[in-house]
């Protein structure tokens, strides 16, 4: 069954430092997001992209954060100089069209030390 | 804007016991909504989905949820809890015309012997 895979499934890094999170969403979708869960809080949406734009953000996706399809298959979150009230799960989403449910990647848990 | 509320943030049950997770949403003009599930170092993963076809929703592993517009209610049940349902229930809403899903807190579903 296809499925959204993210990469790495945890990463640490320093405040202050820049970090790429990889998604590799389904192939024949066409709308991609971010979300991301704060240790013991809601899961927030960041970003949705579709046409190779962002087609919607929350206020949380500010200068700091940047998405990108470099190349038709990938699908990376940026974070230019991390906080450590960045650090969370990070979720990639992706679906075929905007009426039906997001298909989720397993995470990737950024620590920002 | 859209809320969703999981009233509980820990549900116990005996094996073999109804399930009954809650989630209410805030919006006046009913949403589309979703309750996915997340095992311990896994994605989440879709359960069942209200878009307005009918009030009762199937969804997989025997759980179902009923829409009640008066009770701006979508509450998740299954007749009999099985051990293998141990995890956290995140229940998500998608208002028409935004991409984003508003999700809940989440409930964490233990499953006793």
């Known amino acids: 069954e296809p499925e959204v895979t993210q990469t790495p499934s945890h990463q640490v890094t320093q405040m202050g430092q820049e970090v790429i999170l990889r998604c590799v969403p389904i192939?024949?979708?066409?709308?991609f997001y971010w979300y991301r869960q704060i240790l013991g809080q809601k899961v927030e949406f960041l970003v949705s992209?579709?046409?190779?734009?962002?087609?919607?953000k929350s206020e949380i996706f500010d200068d700091q954060f940047s998405v990108e399809r470099p190349d038709g298959s990938n699908f990376t979150l940026k974070i230019r100089s991390t906080k450590l009230e960045d650090s969370a799960m990070y979720f990639c989403?992706?679906?075929?069209?905007?009426?039906?449910?997001?298909?989720f990647g397993q995470g990737t848990r950024l620590t920002v030390v | 804007a859209q809320s969703v509320t999981q009233l509980g943030s820990h549900v116990s049950v005996s094996e073999g016991a109804l399930v009954l997770l809650r989630c209410n949403y805030s919006?006046?003009?009913?949403?589309?909504l979703f309750w996915y599930v997340q095992y311990p170092n896994q994605g989440l993963q879709l359960l069942l989905k209200?878009?307005?076809?009918?009030?009762l929703v199937k969804g997989i592993n025997g759980f179902e949820a009923e829409f009640k517009k008066s009770e701006t209610s979508f509450h998740l049940t299954k007749p009999s809890a099985h051990m293998s349902d141990a995890a956290e229930y995140f229940c998500a809403a998608r208002q028409g015309g935004s991409e984003k899903l508003v999700f809940g807190k989440g409930t964490k579903l233990t499953v006793n012997p």
């Open positions: 992209f579709y046409n190779n734009e962002i087609s919607e």
């Open positions: 989403a992706s679906n075929p069209d905007r009426n039906t449910e997001a298909f």
């Open positions: 919006s006046s003009v009913p949403p589309y």
């Open positions: 192939s024949n979708h066409l709308y």
């Open positions: 209200y878009t307005s076809a009918a009030t």
